[in-house]
């Protein structure tokens, strides 16, 4: 009862706890946070799991925008766990790559914007998983790297893909063939984050631009994201079919027909207080045979 009352105090109003990952929802925004601070929120298996199992609770008709963060000061997610992986086969290799792919996949295609907070380390899984996310912002203090070469394995969560449609194939490139880190600045310059904030204001600036996007048409949104995902790797002919089909849709929604009828009906409140304004004109009048009466002076 004690930590119901608190949760809401903090403007919590529903938590899942499972044991590495933390799910909250503060109205209409929710925050997940990878809680394995003690290996830098790495990600194996049992991570993976309960992020898929959180992103299927999620009720997206009422949760607008989705916030992933990781948990304490250093670390955003510093990549898939490589003690799991040391002693995999090839055909275990191949298994895991996949289990995170799908996961990621249903971060990239989940109806609701996901916005990552990069708080600290974003390395191998951890760049993916930022990846993955429809926008990124990060703390000043946050690397980014794919490192996986130097152990010997190529990115294996969407690295190899998503890096070079964010920041172009040479970069890219450079980025996983030398398995060099980059920092926040860097990062900002190439495009892989769209903003970088002091590391204690990380995560209201991420809420702030939770509640901007919410405050748009939640139908709008799903569909603006569906026609930029689906159409983005197509000839654009296709592409232009998938917007028309995804624009067409959000006629006659609720919100579609309310929020353009109270854009007609301000309109016609602008056009009164501009009729208002123009019946005052013998004010300006007046001032206009003042000028005329100083000039003949
Ligand atoms: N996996 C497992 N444990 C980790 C990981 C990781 N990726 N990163 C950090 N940890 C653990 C450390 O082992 C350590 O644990 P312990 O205290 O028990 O020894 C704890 O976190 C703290 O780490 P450090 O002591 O190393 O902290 P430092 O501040 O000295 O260094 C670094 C921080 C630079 C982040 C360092 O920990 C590091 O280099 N970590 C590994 C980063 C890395 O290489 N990540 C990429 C992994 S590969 C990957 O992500 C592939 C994704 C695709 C998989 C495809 C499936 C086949």
Redesign the pocket.
Same mark, same amino acid.
């Given at each position: 009862m004690k930590s119901t009352i608190f949760l809401l105090c903090l403007g919590i109003i529903f938590s899942i706890q499972a044991e590495f990952v933390k799910y909250e929802e503060e109205t209409d925004i929710a925050i997940l946070t990878i809680n394995r601070p003690?290996? @830098?929120n790495?990600l194996n298996s049992q991570v993976l799991d309960e992020i898929d199992k959180v992103l299927e609770s999620i009720d997206t008709e009422k949760i607008r925008v989705l916030i992933i963060t990781g948990e304490g000061q250093r670390?955003f997610v510093? =990549?898939?766990?490589?003690?799991e992986?040391s002693t !995999?086969t090839k055909v275990q =290799?191949a298994e %895991?790559?996949k289990k995170?792919n799908d996961v990621f996949r249903k971060i990239e295609t989940f109806p609701i914007p996901v916005i990552a907070a990069i708080n600290g380390?974003a @390395?191998? =899984?951890?760049c993916?998983l930022a990846m993955s996310c429809d926008i990124r912002i990060c703390s000043e203090n946050a690397i980014f790297g794919q #490192?996986?070469v130097? !152990?010997g394995?190529t #990115?294996? %969560?969407g690295g190899t893909q998503r890096l070079a449609r964010l920041v172009g194939l040479g970069m890219a490139k450079q980025m996983i063939f030398t398995a060099q880190n980059i920092r926040s600045d860097e990062a900002y310059r190439i495009g892989l984050v769209n903003a970088v904030h002091p590391k204690e204001e990380l995560l209201n600036e991420a809420k702030k631009l939770a509640t901007t996007i919410a405050k748009n048409g939640a139908n709008a949104i799903k569909n603006s994201k569906k026609a930029i995902n689906d159409g983005y790797q197509m000839e654009i002919d296709k592409a232009i079919q998938i917007e028309e089909q995804l624009f067409g849709e959000c006629f006659q929604s609720d919100e579609q027909v309310e929020r353009m009828k109270n854009f007609l009906e301000k309109g016609k409140k602008r056009q009164t207080k501009k009729e208002d304004k123009s019946e005052e004109k013998p004010k300006n009048l007046r001032t206009e045979e003042k000028k005329e009466a100083e000039k003949e002076k």
């Open positions: 003690r290996a @830098l790495a670390s510093a =990549g898939a766990d490589i003690a992986m !995999l =290799g %895991f790559s995170g380390y @390395l191998g =899984g951890g993916e #490192p996986e130097g !152990l394995i #990115p294996g %969560f």
